[in-house]
């Protein structure tokens, strides 16, 4: 411990919380300024948090150009491989998450356990990450509103207006509303999602109105596998390999538990059960669902073509072209509907992740001050404030040539993503070496990740080979697929190099060090979470009979499904 503060004393720029605490945020809250977030997301919140970060558009409308792009064998596999990736991805920030509780997420843990720069790059991208994709989202949700309206009697700028103020509202109005209300928008979700897999279960059955059993017809004609690029074996790998990539881009936002850890109840429960329980649900209802819409549409359908085109509408999802197959009238409506309730869930909670991201960032002492501070009832005001504005965005996109920019915008965003999951599995690794050489028993811990540093090790591997190959396709001479697309490149990959600008700027300018096993920080705040766990566990045993009754009975019959 001494070596331990020496050291920080000796390199300032380490950035511990505590020096941080000591000498900034934590003396303006003694004159009135309030940084402290509050505990009021519930085990089901963070649970239907995650779910509804994870479960949006990627998976109801990207499976159609998947399909059509490889066929329904390559998108079961790359769905398959990715899924394990993530759980890995998730099962590694559950062990730190689980440990000590960071209300800075896992920019907190980079900058303890492996390096200040490392934690810096990692938060200022993954907020540049979400402040992209919010307006994204918001602007997807005015593309689905002209399924009913065309943009010739209402403006797209009118629904993004709408959009805008209805989530920044909400999350203004403190966690517990938020939690609630994600809670109940997640809840629909997976509801929908649920019906969709029963429908089409139904409809591989030969329950609709055409009465057409099919199988596995469409495994044997049209074929289980497409080409791209190029025939034979070749083409059909790099059918598989872009089908990968889509994948990754499906489950991307699955990591945002680490965001919500500050402001879980009883973290040292609520996060391994999150962990644990979400991924399953998430990975069963993205494989059963691509290996039903597999079954029920060929991937040479003129209908699926269309998907390749109109990403932003309901006639993209392969489920609606699976209904239109099956002549159901009216579900296409519908199922447009609940997109539009997959869009706005996605835009609210990438609100709530950017507005996180960048206090968590300010907590540690890499973003403006300011940024920190909370109202009374514990919302980071100014961070919503600055999050909001970059919402404005979206009305790049009320005319065409902006909708084309801001898509590239959006290639950026996969390549965020990707460097996050990396940094997470990097962290991690760092935080197992710290935990063994200070001689932290694994016994103590709340949740251990099953597959150790060989499992992150592996997963960090596959991330950084899709990180690197991620639009490989913009490289092809093929005639049929175009030539060189230098815009794309660009966007497809400028996060490389401005992660690695960002990493290794900070450690030019600050002359920061890596932290070194022995001397990583794992106990600062870990008493006082222990205390509040120990609090919070008093007034659960305190609870009356009845209520006791009704959480059981929640926990037995109801959550496995939420």
Not at 355 to 376: F, K, M, N, Q, S
């Amino acid at each position: 411990m001494a070596a331990l503060e020496e050291s920080k004393m000796e390199d300032s720029s380490l950035g511990s919380p505590n020096e941080y605490y000591a000498s900034g945020v934590a003396g303006k809250a003694q004159e009135g300024h309030h940084v402290e977030l509050h505990r009021g997301l519930k085990a089901r919140h963070i649970t239907m948090i995650a779910i509804g970060g994870a479960i949006g558009t990627g998976l109801i409308i990207g499976t159609g150009s998947a399909l059509a792009k490889a066929g329904p064998a390559s998108l079961l596999i790359s769905y398959s491989i990715v899924g394990v990736i993530v759980y890995i991805v998730m099962c590694a920030l559950g062990e730190m998450g689980a440990w000590l509780p960071l209300p800075s997420g896992f920019t907190g843990y980079a900058m303890r356990f492996c390096d200040p720069a490392l934690g810096f790059t990692l938060g200022w991208t993954y907020w540049f990450k979400y402040i992209i994709l919010s307006p994204n989202q918001m602007t997807a949700g005015s593309l689905v509103m002209t399924y009913w309206i065309g943009t010739d009697r209402v403006n797209a700028g009118v629904w993004i207006t709408i959009f805008l103020i209805l989530i920044i509202s909400i999350n203004y109005f403190g966690i517990t509303f938020f939690g609630e209300f994600e809670f109940w928008l997640s809840s629909l979700k997976v509801v929908v999602i649920v019906g969709i897999i029963l429908l089409s279960v139904i409809l591989v059955l030969g329950g609709g109105p055409d009465h057409d059993r099919k199988g596995f017809r469409y495994w044997k004609d049209p074929g289980a596998f497409n080409t791209y690029i190029a025939d034979g074996a070749a083409g059909r790998f790099y059918a598989l390999w872009a089908t990968m990539v889509s994948a990754t881009f499906a489950f991307l936002g699955t990591e945002l538990v680490g965001v919500t850890v500050g402001e879980a109840q009883n973290p040292r429960k609520t996060i391994p059960r999150a962990i644990k329980l979400t991924f399953y649900r998430i990975l069963v209802f993205y494989i059963l669902s691509v290996f039903l819409v597999g079954l029920l549409v060929p991937y040479n359908s003129k209908e699926l073509l269309f998907a390749t085109k109109a990403n932003s509408s309901a006639a993209a999802s392969p489920f609606v072209v699976a209904i239109k197959l099956a002549s159901i009238p009216v579900l296409p409506d519908i199922i447009n509907g609940c997109i539009l309730i997959f869009v706005f869930s996605a835009a609210n909670s990438d609100l709530y992740i950017a507005t996180r991201t960048i206090y968590g960032l300010a907590r540690e002492g890499r973003a403006p001050a300011i940024l920190a501070r909370t109202d009374r009832r514990g919302v980071p005001i100014y961070a919503l404030a600055a999050s909001s504005v970059f919402g404005l965005l979206g009305y790049m996109n009320v005319s065409n040539d902006a909708k084309t920019v801001f898509g590239y915008f959006v290639n950026l965003v996969t390549i965020f993503g990707l460097l996050t999951w990396i940094s997470i599995l990097v962290t991690h690794i760092y935080f197992v070496r710290a935990r063994k050489a200070q001689g932290v028993p694994v016994e103590s811990l709340a949740y251990k990740a099953p597959f150790g540093v060989t499992g992150s090790s592996v997963a960090l591997f596959f991330c950084c080979i899709i990180s690197l190959t991620k639009s490989f396709d913009v490289f092809t001479r093929n005639p049929k697929y175009g030539n060189f697309d230098y815009k794309t490149f660009i966007t497809a990959y400028l996060g490389i190099p401005l992660y690695l600008t960002l990493l290794f700027g900070y450690k030019f300018i600050t002359k920061s060090k890596g932290v070194k096993p022995h001397e990583a920080d794992l106990w600062t705040g870990k008493d006082a979470i222990d205390r509040e766990e120990a609090e919070f566990l008093e007034r659960q045993a305190a609870m009356s009979e009845k209520q006791k009754q009704y959480g059981w009975f929640y926990n037995k019959f109801v959550s496995w499904l939420f």
